[in-house]
């Protein structure tokens, strides 16, 4: 991966919680963050005393250079953003401004436990569709923002291996968002739900309390085969 193809943006806690229903109990299991990159997720759980490590092709990169990243690719996702205001639903944020402070704070955040994250190994360099983890190592992988949104990228067979790499893994898998960047459900949403049942595993679809992509309103959940 080169750093000049990274858009590095994150999510804090409160977003995660919301995007993935984590009540509780979820939030003390041991936990697989795939594809946080910047996200404040990890930082912030494992101060409340969490079990959490996250994995993401960007932490081959240090700490300045993620850094340097963030702040040149910044004005042009929120250019990107003011562009096409009327795609997301400002409740949650009041404003692009509101948003972009959010963001930031929360990059922030990850940016300043990164290396003691790294050296604790809670931040691990790796890809899909193949995790250097063993088999049910975690108890609930999560992987925002990333499968379904760049579907145009990834093939229906990238996602299929893709998230049966993430149920071999983890007991349990929830993905969120399950749109493309367009807005419109993902092409391989129906597939991908038809290849698991036919495995026999049990896959389904839960509504959230978390709604900022227009119409981004359900997780997918998969329970892996016991
Ligand atoms: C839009 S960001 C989402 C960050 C975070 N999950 C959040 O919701 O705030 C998408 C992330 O996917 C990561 N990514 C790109 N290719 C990947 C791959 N093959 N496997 C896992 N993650 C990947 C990127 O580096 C980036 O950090």
Same mark, same amino acid.
């Given at each position: 991966?080169? $750093?000049?193809?990274?858009?590095?943006? #994150?999510?804090? *806690?409160?977003? /995660? @919680?919301?995007? !993935?229903?984590?009540?509780?109990?979820?939030?003390?299991? &041991?936990?697989?963050?795939?594809?946080?990159?910047?996200? %404040?997720?990890?930082?912030? +759980?494992?101060?409340?005393?969490?079990?959490?490590?996250?994995?993401?092709?960007?932490? @081959?990169?240090?700490?300045?250079?993620?850094?340097?990243?963030?702040?040149?690719?910044?004005?042009?996702?929120?250019?990107?953003?003011?562009?096409?205001?009327?795609? /997301? *639903?400002?409740?949650?944020?009041?404003?692009?401004?509101?948003?972009?402070?959010?963001?930031?704070?929360?990059?922030?955040? !990850?940016?300043?436990?990164?290396? &003691?994250? &790294?050296?604790?190994?809670?931040?691990?360099?790796? %890809? +899909?569709?193949?995790?250097? !983890?063993?088999?049910?190592? !975690?108890?609930?992988?999560?992987? %925002?923002?990333?499968?379904?949104?760049?579907?145009?990228?990834?093939?229906? @067979?990238?996602?299929?291996?893709?998230?049966?790499?993430?149920?071999?893994?983890? &007991?349990?898998?929830?993905?969120?968002?399950?749109? %493309?960047?367009? #807005?419109?459900?993902?092409?391989? *949403?129906?597939?991908?739900i038809d290849h698991f049942e036919r495995l026999g595993t049990k896959v389904g679809?839960?509504?959230?309390? /978390?709604?900022?992509?227009?119409?981004?309103?359900?997780? $997918?959940?998969?329970?892996?085969?016991?």
């Amino acid at each position: 991966m080169k $750093l000049e193809n990274v858009v590095p943006w #994150g999510r804090t *806690l409160e977003e /995660y @919680q919301l995007m !993935f229903n984590l009540n509780e109990k979820d939030k003390h299991k &041991k936990i697989l963050g795939c594809s946080d990159g910047p996200a %404040s997720f990890n930082a912030e +759980l494992t101060q409340m005393g969490g079990d959490i490590i996250s994995i993401d092709p960007i932490y @081959q990169f240090s700490k300045q250079q993620i850094s340097d990243r963030i702040e040149h690719v910044r004005p042009i996702v929120m250019e990107q953003i003011i562009q096409n205001t009327d795609d /997301y *639903l400002w409740n949650k944020f009041s404003s692009p401004l509101h948003l972009e402070r959010t963001r930031l704070s929360a990059m922030n955040h !990850f940016l300043a436990d990164y290396d &003691k994250g &790294k050296a604790e190994q809670r931040y691990v360099q790796g %890809s +899909l569709p193949e995790l250097n !983890f063993a088999d049910k190592e !975690f108890d609930l992988a999560l992987c %925002s923002h990333f499968l379904f949104l760049y579907e145009e990228h990834f093939s229906l @067979q990238d996602h299929i291996q893709s998230i049966t790499e993430l149920v071999r893994v983890s &007991k349990e898998v929830r993905i969120y968002p399950l749109l %493309s960047l367009e #807005g419109t459900q993902s092409n391989y *949403l129906a597939s991908i739900i038809d290849h698991f049942e036919r495995l026999g595993t049990k896959v389904g679809l839960e509504e959230v309390s /978390y709604e900022f992509q227009k119409g981004a309103t359900t997780m $997918l959940v998969i329970l892996a085969n016991e």
